[in-house]
């Protein structure tokens, strides 16, 4: 079994956890529609990078009731 040789101190555990903080998303603004998407994914719309790559479906009237 693993005993460890001397305690570690709370200045040693602060260092070690130092970087294990999060980032934020890096953000983008899409060229057609100006709208705001995490970088390298699709926008809500279906915009990659200024072009149209998926096609959303509009709801119709019988999907809304």
Not at 26 to 32: I, T, V
Not at 34 to 49: F, I, S
């Amino acid at each position: 079994m693993a005993v460890q040789k001397s305690r570690r101190t709370r200045s040693t555990r602060g260092m070690r956890r130092s970087h294990d903080k999060l980032t934020s998303a890096a953000l983008s603004h899409d060229k057609e529609t100006g709208e705001t998407h995490r970088r390298y994914h699709v926008t809500p719309n279906g915009y990659y990078r200024g072009r149209q790559v998926l096609v959303m479906p509009t709801p119709t009237e019988s999907e809304e009731e």
